[in-house]
């Protein structure tokens, strides 16, 4: 059995959240394989972050923002600042800038397009910030 078959099922058999983000953090393993229960933990979360694909960080900002993994000016922030702003990174990810602008807009908002996630006020600076970056990019 390939090796991340292997490190998939240690996860899915993790019972504590220091082994998660262990394995998470050794493996490049993907939020798509982390129990639910370990997914509002912001240390996974920080685990996940920097190999994390550019669709799968725009796609779970607001996630990330609800849970407190961004804060204002804080180093998760910045890695996302970083990454939206580096205009290679985005076309090497083959990223449509109008994919970004609504998803920007939808966590402006204040709530998630599908789910029930909210971020409250103070949360959306965050958010603001993000949105900001991607300007000088044209988009």
Request: with cysteine; net charge neutral; hydrophobic share 40%.
């Amino acid at each position: 059995m390939p090796e991340i078959v292997d490190r998939v099922l240690d996860v899915r058999q993790a019972e504590d959240v220091e082994t998660v983000r262990s394995l998470v953090r050794e493996h490049n393993l993907p939020r798509e394989v982390i129990p639910t229960e370990f997914l509002n933990d912001v240390g996974v979360w920080e685990a996940m972050l920097p190999k994390m694909p550019m669709t799968a960080m725009i796609r779970n900002l607001g996630k990330m923002t609800s849970i407190g993994v961004l804060k204002d000016w804080n180093e998760n922030t910045n890695t996302v600042l970083s990454k939206l702003g580096d205009s290679e990174i985005l076309k090497k990810a083959r990223i449509h800038p109008l994919s970004i602008l609504v998803a920007l807009n939808t966590y402006a908002s204040g709530q998630g397009f599908r789910g029930s996630l909210q971020c409250n006020q103070s949360q959306r600076s965050s958010m603001l910030l993000i949105k900001l970056s991607i300007y000088p990019l044209g988009m």
